[in-house]
């Protein structure tokens, strides 16, 4: 009986403070995450409407996270013709990432945020990008 | 013997009914040439045709003339008669076969009517007859000549032979005037010669005198006197000589004028084949002209004629045997026919009776042929004279029909001859058929046309000839049709329902290069699409949907015009494949409008949903090079 009065306080107060630290961790990632989101002034690209009609988009410059789904082609003074998964769409999106970004190596399933530009033929080209 | 007896007889018939009248036998066929046909009578080597048939090939000689009608000549080797150019079958013709039919058919009115007639004949026979010959016997049968001509049958010639013994008698009492003209004329001609002989001879009472001068003078007065007497004796004697001279040429010629009219009219009753009239004539002849000079009085060219068939000189007693043998032959000829009646021969009967018919057409023996015994031979006949013409007409079929019922009739009819030709004639036909059917296959029309005709020809109502005309001319139409079908189908394009029905086509264009070779081009273009169309069901049907779109889309690109591909097509495309095929189509309007991002973006989203699409990479690598000039895949996809 007395051995059963002393645990009760004490697991109590363990609940308690592992509740607090999930929040202080929710809290965090909302006021501290978000902020590490590269390119965040720039406007999301508009996969739908750059699927039915790419040359009204034509000179904007996007940003667009999603994961490699391919490398399509590549060139060495052009640089790599990848397939993008765009985080908030099904459809693969072709984006160029020229020569000059070749420093940073691209695989298959990473995950990247892109600063795009829509060009002539409605091609996009990588002009940033940062791996997620 | 008795076909020499049925060669004067015929000759007879001729002679003495003339050329118009002649209706005894007729030609067998029209196809006798004049030209071709006429065998030597006179060297009486018959120049027998090759064959019976009217119209065979002959030595070109002429017949006999009578009077300038050409006489019949028969050829007892084969039964014909060449006559007026023609070569005649004497019992296989159809004047023939009409005529004894028409007398097989006789009614017994007809046959009673004979009777009555030949009785009188009989009684004229028998009155005239070797034993019972006398001037009363003589008279009585004289008298009952008009009785037996009023009778039809007799034809009026017991008529003409009473008026030609009538006039050989009024002859004969001219002769006897002339005999006793001659008489009275020899007597007178006797006297004058006794008075010119008298005349001649000088008068003992006056005496020539002594003076040389005178007695000159007195000779010469005494010639002149003795001619003076003599000169009217002598004129006298000169006209009695002459006129005895010619009552005699006149006698002679008068006995010899009845004697060639008498003999006339038998050598007409007998080619006329009388004989009972022959045998009454040549018995008053004889009666009548009893100088025992009976020889017959014909022309040099029949009188050889006549004696080289009979074999004997023409004379009355001759033509008098031979009626006799001819009315014997008749006799004999049906006691046989009645004896093969019997024994239920028809067929032998017939020809029996038809011979004796053709010899003794007007004897009683045939006349008076019992009506029942005609009518069984008559049945038989009619059913030969039919298989006779089924044959002529190449009427098989009912020439076999008639053969059966011939043989159930008549114990000894042989069917060997008239099957052998319709079996002969069935299968040179069936081969000719089968030949036409082999040039209607092979097209050949020329030949198609000839081999019909020849089948036609040889059996006209051959009833496997329409069903295999029905054939072949249904073959041609049909080909024909698919011809013009298989044109019609060519140039609409419409290539899946020449597939459909490849068979016909191939069968029809098998003699038409041209259009055979179009027809393997589309065959061959079809066997691919339906190739494709296979292969694309199979995998529609493993439920890969966007295999077969693509299979069949292939398919498609190089045949836009065949129908099934497009069902199938727009079926998947509706269906299982259709956001495939809408990302494609998509990618291909973008690429299409030079927007080769988004082109490209949606041929990647086409090859994410089915990545083994070879239309997806095909686009993805040829817009990756148009993006990146000079790259090169990066990576297997």
Known sequence: MARRARSAPKTGWLLAGLFLLLLLIGAGGYFFGSSGTPYRATPEFPVEEYLATSTTLRGNTYRLTGSVLNSIAWSSDQGRLISVQPQNSDSPIPIVVPAHLGETNIQKGQKFHFLVEVRDGGVLYAAELTKS | ?637
């Open chain 2, 1 to 637: 013997m008795k076909a020499r007896i049925l060669a004067l007889l015929l000759l007879v018939a001729h002679a003495a009914s003339g050329q118009n009248n002649f209706n005894f036998i007729a030609p067998s066929s029209g196809e006798a040439k004049p030209e071709e046909s006429m065998p030597s009578a006179e060297a009486g080597e018959e120049a027998a045709p090759t064959s019976g048939q009217a119209g065979s090939t002959g030595k070109k000689t002429s017949n006999p003339t009578i009077g300038g009608i050409e006489i019949p000549v028969f050829d007892p080797a084969n039964d014909s008669v060449t006559w007026n150019g023609q070569l005649w079958q004497v019992d296989n013709n159809r004047v023939f076969r009409a005529r004894f039919e028409k007398y097989l058919n006789a009614p017994a009115t007809e046959i009673e009517a004979q009777a009555a007639y030949d009785k009188v004949v009989s009684r004229i026979m028998n009155l005239l007859a070797a034993g019972n010959i006398s001037n009363r016997n003589l008279d009585e049968a004289f008298r009952l000549l008009p009785q037996a001509a009023s009778h039809s049958e007799d034809a009026n010639l017991c008529d003409a032979i009473a008026n030609q013994v009538l006039g050989a008698w009024q002859s004969k009492r001219q002769v006897a005037r002339l005999d006793a003209a001659n008489q009275s004329l020899e007597d007178d001609r006797k006297r004058h010669e006794w008075n010119t002989r008298l005349s001649a001879q000088n008068s003992a009472l006056d005496n020539a005198p002594k003076d040389t001068v005178a007695a000159a003078e007195w000779a010469k007065q005494r010639e002149l006197e003795r001619t003076a007497r003599m000169q009217p004796h002598a004129q006298r004697l000169t006209e009695v000589n002459a006129l005895l001279t010619a009552n005699r040429a006149k006698s002679e010629l008068s006995a010899l004028q009845a004697r060639i009219e008498f003999q006339t009219l038998l050598v007409q009753l007998f080619f006329q084949r009388r004989f009972r009239h022959v045998l009454i004539g040549s018995r008053f002849y004889r009666s009548i002209f009893d100088d025992g000079d009976n020889q017959i009085r014909l022309g040099e060219e029949s009188k050889s004629l006549f004696s080289k068939i009979s074999e004997i000189p023409p004379t009355v007693t001759s033509l008098d045997a031979l009626a006799s043998e001819a009315i014997r032959d008749v006799r004999e000829g049906v006691e046989a026919v009645e004896f093969l009646l019997q024994k239920d021969e028809l067929q032998s009967a017939s020809q029996r009776l038809g011979e004796s018919f053709a010899v003794g057409e007007h004897l009683p023996e045939i006349q008076q042929f019992p009506r029942a015994d005609r009518q069984r031979i008559l049945e038989f006949t009619r059913r030969a004279n039919q298989l006779l013409s089924a044959l002529e007409v190449k009427d098989y079929t009912r020439a076999e029909q008639l053969v059966n019922e011939l043989q159930e009739t008549a114990k000894d009819f042989d069917p060997s001859q008239p099957l052998t030709a319709v079996q002969t004639a069935r299968n040179v036909s069936r081969m000719h058929l089968a030949r036409a059917r082999n040039a209607a296959l092979g097209g050949d029309a020329e030949t198609l046309e000839r081999e019909l005709r020849a089948a036609t020809e040889i059996w006209p109502n051959n009833p496997d000839l329409a069903n295999v005309s029905g054939q072949i001319f249904e073959q041609t139409d049909v080909q024909q049709q698919a011809l013009l079908e298989l044109d019609r189908l060519m140039e609409q394009g419409d290539h899946r329902a020449i597939f459909r029905q490849n068979a016909k086509f191939i069968a029809a264009t098998a003699l038409h290069p041209d259009r055979q070779e179009k027809l393997g081009k589309i065959l061959a273009q079809m066997g691919e699409i339906e190739g494709a169309l296979q292969r694309a069901r199979e995998i529609q049907q493993r439920g890969d949907a966007f295999g077969a779109w693509e299979s069949i889309q292939i398919a498609s690109v190089k045949y836009p015009e065949d129908t099934e591909i497009n069902r199938l097509r727009a079926d998947l495309a509706s269906g299982g494949a259709a956001t495939f095929v809408q990302s494609l189509n998509k990618g291909g309007d973008l690429e299409a409008r030079g927007e080769y991002g988004a082109a490209l973006a949606w041929y990647l989203d086409a090859h994410r949903q089915y990545p083994p699409s070879q239309f997806a990479q095909e686009r993805i690598d040829a817009l990756a090079v148009r993006i990146l000039p000079g790259s090169s895949p990066a990576t297997a996809q």
